[in-house]
């Protein structure tokens, strides 16, 4: 008989079965990893991975080991991505960085190190032997038992723990779809798209191929917001085309004629019915207001100066609204209720250490509350007449598909979403062919930037959203940074050895920008002098300054461009750039373009030598970028990849861009080091899926 070979895991399994750290626990035996006594869910390939670095602490651990942890000798192809998602489920559920780590630290290239601090137990101490128990112990004893008994079973009975959620796909077709998902109970609406036309799709509640309602919308930029209990009207806004706000014109829509009418004058950000149908609660963008179903003598019950409001939701009871506040520097929400009477505001969830969620509906008894983040549902059980656990959030979904946040259940049973599937094509333009070609075998990448020399390039994955840096030739791929730190705009320095970007360093941190040494894998703030917003870093021809902008997501900052010397740190505005945002150097030092912010877009260019700023095309322009030889800037207007040409003081068409092509978080566009624009193909999958709470 041949010996059998036991699983390296499973032998080791019985050593340490607690492991503390910080906050954080992990029972090796059962397979848990706890955070102050509350479960927080791990794979099984990243529960191994944690272990395995748990178990060395303060030693690297080569990506190779863990290869063998994971998959053993049995992978076959790459593994590398599959190594990488692990450990940055790690790293969320740690609520650990890449950048400045607590647990987890990178040693680019080859592997990983736990830094944190394991607790010893305390040594066993050798006890007297204690005498024997009278009866009267025993029976004490007893009776402690049995109450202590009786306690845990009315505190069991009082839990009503959240069921379990399993979940189908509605839908297969290629239509893009936008969120809510509204029901009637046998009928779903929601907002669809199709090469550059927006319509109401109507399907059944079980499913199959969708119908386009011929109904004509208020304006082709619209949004749903809510059904009407009747199941007559949907409430919606509409504009005539793109802005910066998302404060618009309130309509009610009647589904079985198409009729159109505007709710008063109201603009709101969103808006919700009430439970009888009579009333509307809806957010502008710092307000909360109450009106009549025709929009008559709309009433303020609440106002947040410092704060974005949207989101807003009724409870089936009708006497609670919930919605998102959102923080205008960081960008990031949290979700707070308020009576209808303005009474009673607060933040749900305070103790939750998710830094950014928004309200997602209620189940039609109001018994769970559905809550939204980083692409997952999680449920909270309402405060009821017995006591539970309210305020405790369960997490229902697991990352796949990455559900759009805004749902309205109209049962207890089920709820609808949208769930997107994401998957991009890294291509560049063959103006021979006049067609679009793979980039490094069409990897699933966003944001690429080759260095000055061409041997390298610099991407953001997509959708794992982490930085990467490779040779052109696709050999020796390095990830430099990981969850829950937030990379965008790699931007090479001069030399080819360090890399500029923007980043959130985690989801309630401002955008900021930083630098990363290739070399050595160091990154670091690149100009922490400056307390605010940083986005679209760009080189001076030197490699000694920055060029940035602020990051427009911070609706409440005043927008311009900063120019910060690396050496001293002293920060200064740039000349003449109010309004301008999206920077970019000229590779010859002399120019810097930018776009100017607000409704038009337009592209502007600075020249040193006249220091003023010239308006090149009062296009709505987007993604600026400048050729490698700095004689044109390529951007994207409207549906269109467009080329300026500084000499020749014209512009041309290069190719057409058909709506939803460009895909990516950012669906922007780039150079290759030959001069050719680069995108993003989109092969996202936005599909309906049907969510359903198991029966208990």
């Keep these: 008989m041949l010996p059998v070979t036991k699983d390296?895991?499973?032998?080791?399994?019985?050593?340490?079965?607690?492991?503390?750290?910080?906050?954080?626990?992990?029972?090796?035996?059962?397979?848990?990893?706890?955070?102050?006594?509350?479960?927080?869910?791990?794979?099984d390939q990243p529960f191994r991975i944690l272990v395995t670095l748990l178990r060395s602490p303060g030693e690297l651990v080569t990506r190779d080991e863990l290869r063998q942890v994971i998959w053993g000798d049995d992978v076959a192809g790459d593994f590398e991505q599959g190594l990488n998602r692990s450990v940055n489920k790690v790293r969320e559920a740690l609520r650990d960085t890449a950048v400045n780590p607590r647990y987890v630290e990178t040693l680019p290239g080859?592997?990983?190190?736990?830094?944190?601090?394991?607790?010893?137990?305390?040594a066993a101490i050798d006890q007297p032997r204690a005498h024997r128990p009278s009866r009267l112990m025993l029976a004490l004893a007893a009776v402690g038992l049995a109450v202590a008994g009786c306690g845990y079973l009315v505190w069991r009975f009082t839990q009503s723990s959240i069921p379990e959620v399993r979940w189908r796909k509605l839908t297969t077709d290629n239509y893009d779809k936008f969120p809510p998902v509204l029901s009637d109970g046998s009928r779903l609406y929601y907002l669809a798209g199709y090469r550059g036309e927006k319509f109401i799709a109507q399907l059944t509640a079980s499913g199959g191929p969708p119908l386009k309602l011929p109904i004509t919308l208020p304006g082709p930029d619209c949004a749903l917001h809510d059904l009407s209990p009747d199941g007559e009207e949907v409430l919606l806004t509409a504009t005539?085309?793109?802005?910066?706000?998302?404060?618009?014109?309130?309509?009610?829509?009647?589904?079985?004629?198409?009729?159109?009418?505007?709710?008063?004058?109201?603009?709101?950000?969103?808006?919700?019915?009430?439970?009888?149908g009579r009333q509307i609660v809806f957010s502008t963008e710092s307000e909360l207001y109450l009106t009549t179903r025709n929009g008559a003598s709309p009433q303020r019950i609440l106002e947040l100066k410092d704060s974005l409001v949207d989101s807003v939701e009724w409870s089936p009871h009708g006497d609670r609204i919930r919605f998102s506040r959102r923080n205008p520097l960081s960008a990031q929400s949290a979700a707070w209720e308020v009576r209808t009477d303005g009474s009673g505001l607060r933040r749900l969830a305070p103790g939750w250490d998710v830094p950014s969620f928004v309200p997602a509906g209620w189940t039609s008894s109001g018994k769970y509350g559905i809550f939204a983040a980083g692409g997952n549902f999680w449920a909270m059980q309402e405060a009821g007449i017995l006591p539970t656990r309210a305020g405790h959030l369960t997490k229902l979904t697991t990352d796949e598909p990455e559900f759009a946040s805004f749902v309205r259940p109209r049962s207890d049973l089920r709820f609808h979403a949208i769930g997107i599937d994401r998957l991009g094509e890294l291509q560049k333009y063959d103006a021979a062919s006049k067609s679009w070609v793979?980039?490094?075998d069409g990897i699933s990448a966003e944001q690429a930037e080759y260095a000055r020399d061409g041997q390298r390039i610099a991407y953001v994955?997509?959708?794992?959203?982490?930085?990467?840096?490779?040779?052109?030739?696709?050999?020796?791929?390095?990830?430099?940074?990981?969850p829950p730190m937030v990379p965008m705009l790699p931007r090479w320095s001069p030399d080819g050895r360090r890399v500029a970007f923007a980043a959130q360093e985690a989801p309630d941190k401002p955008m900021r920008a930083y630098l990363l040494d290739t070399d050595t894998g160091a990154t670091r703030p690149a100009v922490p002098s400056d307390p605010g917003s940083q986005c679209d870093p760009t080189w001076s021809p030197d490699g000694k300054k920055l060029l940035y902008g602020l990051s427009t997501?911070?609706?409440?900052?005043?927008?311009?461009?900063?120019?910060?010397?690396?050496?001293?740190?002293?920060?200064?505005?740039?000349?003449?750039?109010?309004?301008?945002?999206?920077?970019?150097?000229?590779?010859?030092?002399?120019?810097?373009?930018?776009?100017?912010?607000?409704?038009?877009?337009?592209?502007?260019?600075?020249?040193?030598?006249?220091?003023?700023?010239v308006q090149l095309s009062d296009d709505y322009c987007r993604w600026p970028v400048w050729s490698p030889d700095g004689k044109s800037i390529v951007y994207v207007a409207g549906n269109s990849l467009m080329r300026y040409r500084i000499d020749g003081n014209r512009k041309e068409t290069i190719a057409e861009l058909p709506p939803g092509e460009l895909g990516g978080f950012s669906r922007g566009i780039g150079i290759s080091s030959d001069g050719a624009p680069m995108k993003t193909l989109d092969h996202n999958s936005p599909q309906v899926y049907q969510l359903e709470f198991a029966q208990q």
Excluded: C, N
């Design 240 to 276: 005539s085309g793109p802005g910066r706000s998302k404060l618009r014109p309130l309509w009610s829509l009647r589904i079985a004629d198409g009729t159109a009418r505007r709710v008063g004058s109201i603009l709101a950000t969103s808006a919700a019915f009430a439970p009888e």
């Design 110 to 122: 080859r592997g990983y190190r736990f830094i944190g601090t394991i607790e010893q137990e305390p």
């Design 438 to 440: 793979a980039v490094l």
């Design 461 to 482: 994955s997509y959708p794992q959203r982490t930085l990467w840096v490779r040779q052109a030739d696709g050999t020796r791929p390095i990830q430099f940074t990981s």
């Design 8 to 43: 390296p895991w499973e032998a080791s399994a019985d050593r340490d079965s607690v492991i503390k750290f910080g906050p954080f626990a992990v029972d090796v035996r059962t397979g848990e990893l706890t955070k102050g006594g509350i479960r927080i869910r791990l794979g």
């Design 553 to 613: 997501a911070s609706a409440r900052e005043r927008v311009y461009l900063k120019l910060a010397d690396l050496a001293t740190g002293k920060v200064s505005k740039f000349d003449g750039s109010d309004g301008l945002f999206s920077p970019r150097w000229s590779p010859d030092g002399s120019m810097v373009v930018a776009l100017r912010w607000g409704g038009s877009r337009s592209l502007m260019l600075y020249r040193f030598r006249d220091r003023r700023w």
